[in-house]
């Protein structure tokens, strides 16, 4: 089983539409979890932290649920300039390095 | 440089010539991480240094691929007898290491083999 798994999409979801995603990992330990974005043939770049309590930038949202490991983000009001692959980030079973999930694909169409 | 530097950006190279690629890192950050990515997939893991030492190597695809890291600080990553499959953008990234630290990626190098 990867260590963290995520469904590639793509999502093609119309602008103004509200969209999630979910990443599931597969060590209950992990402590740090992140969302990266990376645009079309561009660096992947950080996006948000998820902390445990859940948190909000602007139209995204970021949710931890250690129960059931996973991770999840919420897109609000979608934008076409939200047109990315959305990749999970969380630490390994040692704490001693991120681990990347190999990205959900996000299309928002006009 | 305030941010994590490769290079070159682009490289062409005949099938079976020997690559390198140079990865600087952020200042001060001990954590290195090597991924490779091919068009249109995700992210391949291929190594982790923390400071000169590599503890995980498990992502190196074959033992053309080697990484070596000197003085905690730039990284290179070298293919050996390059193969048309070895073609992909190859990322390098830097954090602080530890718990809750972001990772910072450079714009990769482009390999192509021809």
């Known amino acids: 089983r990867k260590e963290v798994e995520q469904d590639p999409g793509p999502f093609n979801v119309p602008e103004g539409a509200t969209v999630a995603f979910n990443c599931t990992y597969s060590?209950?330990?992990?402590?740090?979890f992140f969302w990266y974005r990376q645009d079309c043939r561009k660096e992947p770049k950080l996006l948000m932290s998820?902390?445990?309590s859940g948190n909000e930038d602007g139209r995204f949202t970021a949710q931890l649920n250690r129960a059931s490991q996973y991770i999840s983000l919420l897109i609000r009001d979608s934008k076409l300039s939200d047109s990315a692959t959305y990749l999970c980030?969380?630490?390994?079973?040692?704490?001693?390095?991120?681990?990347f999930g190999s990205g959900t694909r996000l299309s928002i169409r006009p | 440089g305030a941010g994590v530097s490769q290079s070159p950006s682009n490289k062409v190279t005949e099938k079976g010539k020997d690559v390198e690629l140079r990865c600087d890192p952020i200042?001060?950050?001990?954590?290195l991480y090597w991924y490779r990515q091919s068009l249109g997939q995700g992210l391949e893991f291929l190594i982790y240094?923390?400071?000169?030492?590599?503890?995980?190597k498990s992502g190196l695809p074959s033992d053309r691929f080697s990484a070596e890291r000197t003085g905690g600080s730039v990284s290179t990553l070298t293919i050996q007898r390059t193969q048309q499959e070895d073609s992909a953008v190859y990322l390098c990234?830097?954090?602080?290491?530890?718990?809750?630290?972001?990772?910072?990626f450079g714009q990769g190098t482009r390999l192509t083999v021809v």
């Open positions: 980030v969380v630490n390994s079973q040692d704490a001693s390095k991120i681990i």
């Open positions: 998820v902390y445990s």
């Open positions: 200042s001060g950050h001990t954590a």
């Open positions: 990234a830097s954090s602080l290491g530890g718990l809750n630290t972001e990772a910072f």
């Open positions: 240094f923390q400071g000169n030492s590599a503890p995980d």
């Open positions: 060590n209950s330990a992990s402590q740090s």
